[in-house]
């Protein structure tokens, strides 16, 4: 296996769904990686490095999928360089490389997964250049952490996610006597060496429910009758943090993104949702559901601020839809005109639909690289977009190139 410090140029590859396996290793007879199947070879204006991918079955029963879901660590011609079989246990997500106290290592959420739920039991662990693990990273409090985000800040410290399920009166929302649990979506950032608590939020301290974008039904897997079937109005998938000490979020069932004030928690701005938005979005910034939300510039005065997130437009829930296929946004706030411009949009290869997952990469040279989630792509292109590569890597939560 090769270390995890060296590189290879990055071209972007395609696994076609379903995926089986029809490769053997002499030293691993035991794996069974995914084959890729090249679909847009790489060009010279592509970013060097290697993709890190988690792949699983999915959240539908018998739905397909890799024969062996793992972490896995590609080369530019699609070779395997690493199987995360045998290193990390159950259920893997959000697998890539970070730093850590000046040392590069990788991170990666280890458990099982509640499909139906959406929720997921397990730790968020680092492991060495020799794919060792080296800590299992928590939340304090003992709270129960989510897969979606594990943001290093600095190097010292990182932000994960923390939903609770808690019980409330529901009939303000249109629930009866049977209906009284909700999650209060959260997040945490914690320091690293010493699990010591730096900020925490939730939702349902500063968002009224009223307005979630995932009404609460009678029925269906999140009705609210007991924590396990919690209605999950809010949804955290994503949290950011700028040089100025604010939290960036992504509320999913909301439909929407808030900037949150790192001293007192408090909602510094709103884009998108039902109601509550402090910027006007036009109908070709419009978006719903979404993943990924990152802070990307702030002008010198603060009057204009960029962002990046991945517009699903749709959802895992049927009938949802506001858009025909999923884009990767680029938009820009301006604070002074309280408007919402699209500065990049980015279309997905054949037009998908990602019902769930997916994030956009800004790379060094300038390229941006989209995972299109569940749909099971990846594109890498220009600053224009001209689309320069192109990758699957199957029912992949989040996928990054290093």
């Known amino acids: ?51 890190f991918v988690a792949q699983y079955h999915g959240f539908e029963e018998g739905s397909s999928g890799p024969e062996q879901p793992a972490a896995y660590i590609f080369e530019d011609n699609g070779d395997l360089v690493w199987s995360s079989v045998g290193h990390l246990a159950g259920w893997i ?16 959420f280890q458990g099982i997964l509640d499909g139906p739920h959406g929720r997921m039991y397990g730790d ?124 960036l979020i992504s509320a999913r069932n909301y439909a929407a993104i808030f900037k949150i004030n790192g001293t007192d928690g408090e909602i510094i701005w709103q884009l998108g949702g039902r109601r509550g938005s402090d910027f006007d979005v036009p109908s070709n910034v419009k978006f719903a559901y979404q993943h990924d939300a990152r802070f990307r510039y702030r002008s010198p005065n603060g009057s204009i601020e960029h962002i990046s997130f991945f517009d699903n437009a749709d959802h895992s829930a049927p009938g949802r839809s506001i858009n025909p296929f999923s884009r990767a946004r680029f938009v820009e706030l301006n604070h002074e005109t309280l408007t919402a411009t699209e ?39 220009t600053g224009a977009f001209a689309q320069i590569g192109e990758d699957s890597p199957t029912k992949s939560l989040l996928c990054y190139p290093f």
């Open 124 to 247: 968020h662990v680092l492991l060495d250049e020799h794919y060792r693990t080296i800590k299992v990273v928590k939340p304090a409090s003992h709270r129960l952490v989510s897969c979606h985000e594990f943001q290093v800040v600095n190097g010292e410290s990182v932000l994960m996610e923390t939903p609770v399920a808690v019980p409330i009166n529901l009939k303000p929302f249109g629930g009866d006597a049977s209906q009284s649990w909700i999650v209060s979506n959260g997040f945490q950032e914690v320091d690293i060496s010493s699990g010591k608590l730096l900020f925490e939020w939730y939702s349902l301290d500063h968002v009224n429910p009223e307005y979630s974008a995932f009404p609460l039904e009678s029925e269906g897997v999140f009705k609210g009758t007991s924590s396990l079937d919690a209605w999950n109005y809010f949804h955290i998938n994503s949290v950011d943090k700028d040089d100025e000490g604010n939290y």
């Open 1 to 51: 296996m090769i270390p995890l410090y060296w590189k290879s140029l990055l071209l972007l590859i395609s696994v076609l769904q379903p995926v089986y396996a029809d490769w053997q290793f002499r030293s691993r007879p035991d794996l069974s990686p995914p084959r890729l199947n090249i679909t847009v070879p790489a060009q010279p204006a592509v970013e060097k490095g290697l993709i």
């Open 343 to 381: 500065i990049h949009t980015y279309r997905p290869p054949d037009n998908l639909v990602t019902h769930s997952q997916g994030n956009l990469q800004f790379l060094e040279n300038g390229n941006k690289f989209v995972n299109w989630g569940q749909a099971g792509a990846v594109t890498e292109a």
């Open 93 to 108: 997500a959000d697998f890539g490389p970070t730093v850590v106290n000046n040392a590069l290592v990788l991170r990666a």
